[in-house]
């Protein structure tokens, strides 16, 4: 996974009883995410792992939102449903119930939560991601913990087929929900931000990168993640770690066996989990 894999760029309360988040409402003004207080702010957290598969489906859990607050002071969590391979388009309760536990563990804790739709092959799926964002939006929109990300990673298609589809989930979320945050993933993987920010000043929120190699091994490049992290803070560019899971693989922040309990254990890190 490259050091900045996933580049997204964002456009643009009474609800569950839980702490309020640390910037209450959020809001985009120009090229920056605003909190409540009119101040620029940045979110820095973690990814879950894909929600269908064993290695990140057990950290799902109110638990692992505690710690990843308590423990590992993240603002924010995002919650990377699969739809794919056995995920949401197989096993749709199962999989949105998953999401819905961090969502209420989240607003429990008073962090941001992404509500990640984790498809590469999403434009083929309108329907579901209408059906799915429209709940969310329904049931959670009313709390400002809530960020949708509706669009992980298009692959190399035409941007003006990934644009249609985007159009339609906000158009969904925007019934329900007119305030809280919407991120859109950009072709190629979400790196052809140029593409879709032809007009200049758009903001950008940084759903996803890592701290290896794209394919999730070979050793952690701690030159370039500081630097991606000086640059990303400097700019006030939001940004969220790829992932917490343990999988026998370099860009997993936690080892192979790890439990929910023990993510706050730092004998449990791996070499990516320690930086």
């Not at 995002?78 to 197989?90: Q, S």
């Not at 158009?171 to 931000?193: E, F, H, P």
Request: proline share 3%.
């Amino acid at each position: 996974m490259n050091i900045l894999t996933s580049i997204l760029f964002l456009v643009l309360f009474k609800g569950l009883n839980g702490a309020s988040p640390p910037f209450g409402q959020l809001s985009v003004k120009g090229n920056k995410v605003y909190g409540s207080n009119n101040q620029p702010v940045v979110l820095a957290g973690m990814s879950l792992f894909w929600s269908q598969w064993s290695e990140g489906s057990v950290f799902y859990t109110a638990n692992t939102v505690q710690s990843l607050k308590c423990n590992w002071n993240a603002n924010v969590v995002r919650a990377a449903m699969g739809v794919e391979n056995g995920g949401y388009l197989t096993n749709p309760s199962a999989e949105q119930a998953k999401v819905e536990t961090v969502i209420k563990a989240a607003i429990a804790q008073g962090i941001y939560v992404i509500v990640d739709w984790h498809d590469h092959n999403a434009q083929n799926h309108v329907d579901q991601a209408i059906n799915f964002f429209t709940y969310i939006a329904k049931t959670y929109g009313s709390n400002p913990n809530i960020i949708y990300e509706t669009f992980n990673e298009p692959l190399q298609i035409d941007w003006s087929i990934v644009k249609s589809y985007h159009e339609k989930v906000v158009a969904a979320i925007r019934k329900y929900d007119k305030k809280n945050l919407i991120v859109l993933g950009t072709t190629t993987w979400s790196q052809d931000v140029d593409i879709a920010a032809a007009n200049p000043g758009v903001c950008i929120f940084v759903t996803e990168y890592g701290t290896v190699d794209a394919s999730g091994g070979g050793s952690v490049d701690v030159t370039s993640s500081n630097q991606w992290w000086s640059f990303l803070d400097s700019n006030k560019i939001s940004y969220a770690n790829w992932a917490l899971d343990n999988k026998a693989e370099a860009a997993a922040a936690l080892t192979p066996g790890t439990t929910p309990s023990q993510v706050g254990d730092d004998s449990r890190l791996t070499a990516s989990g320690k930086l």
